[in-house]
């Protein structure tokens, strides 16, 4: 099995690289190929609506995202990691989102391919508040949104208070966030 992280987070060496990089420890444990891809180290522009990828096999823009779409072709699951911003993930991940229309579509659009349906996928976020309500309303929004694009979501890891201790502090985390991807293995 073969699993690819994505940190939408400007800082790779933060909350959310950890768990998202933790996660990836567990699946790796239990015989997935892992690999990881750091926003902040790519070049993703935003989609820019041109509809070409409808048209045609892939995206028009010449950037970053072509790696990945490379990537998650041969990927059986995806783990996307953001920090919440402002109540929602940031933008980096909503770029890498809304890019991904290019390969993964409703199954209402004349684009949609079935051969990219049902990827595993785990939603990562990292919030300072420690209220773990707070933004759930967000958090089931994103999964349904995911589901519609036919992605098989597996868990929504919501790893709160980061304001307090960062995560890779947390020594309560560690166990937790391994035995979600062995369990993303095993699923
Ligand atoms: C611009 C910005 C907006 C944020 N908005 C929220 C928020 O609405 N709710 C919250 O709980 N934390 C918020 N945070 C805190 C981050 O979600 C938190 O520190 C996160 O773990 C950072 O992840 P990172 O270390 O990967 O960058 C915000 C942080 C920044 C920089």
Redesign the pocket.
């Known amino acids: 099995m073969k699993v690819i992280g994505f940190v939408a987070?400007?800082?790779k060496e933060?909350?959310?690289?950890w768990t998202v990089n933790k996660i990836l420890e567990g699946a790796k444990e239990h015989g997935a190929e892992t690999n990881v891809w750091y926003s902040s180290e790519l070049d993703i522009k935003p989609c820019r609506g041109c509809l070409i990828c409808a048209k045609s096999d892939g995206c028009a823009i010449s950037d970053d995202m072509q790696k990945i779409y490379d990537s998650l072709k041969q990927t059986d699951a995806l783990v996307l990691g953001s920090?919440?911003?402002?109540?929602q993930m940031s933008g980096q991940a909503k770029i890498f989102t809304d890019r991904l229309f290019a390969q993964i579509t409703p199954r209402f659009s004349p684009k949609f391919k079935e051969e990219n349906a049902g990827k595993k996928l785990i939603l990562a976020f990292?919030?300072?508040?420690p209220n773990a309500d707070l933004f759930q309303t967000y958090y089931d929004y994103t999964k349904k949104v995911f589901q519609l694009l036919e992605f098989d979501v597996k868990d929504v890891v919501v790893v709160t208070g980061?304001?307090n201790e960062p995560a890779n502090e947390r020594k309560d985390l560690h166990t937790v966030m391994k035995n979600v991807g062995s369990a993303l293995v095993n699923s």
């Open positions: 987070s400007p800082h933060g909350n959310t690289a920090p919440v911003y402002m109540g990292t919030q300072g508040n980061m304001r």
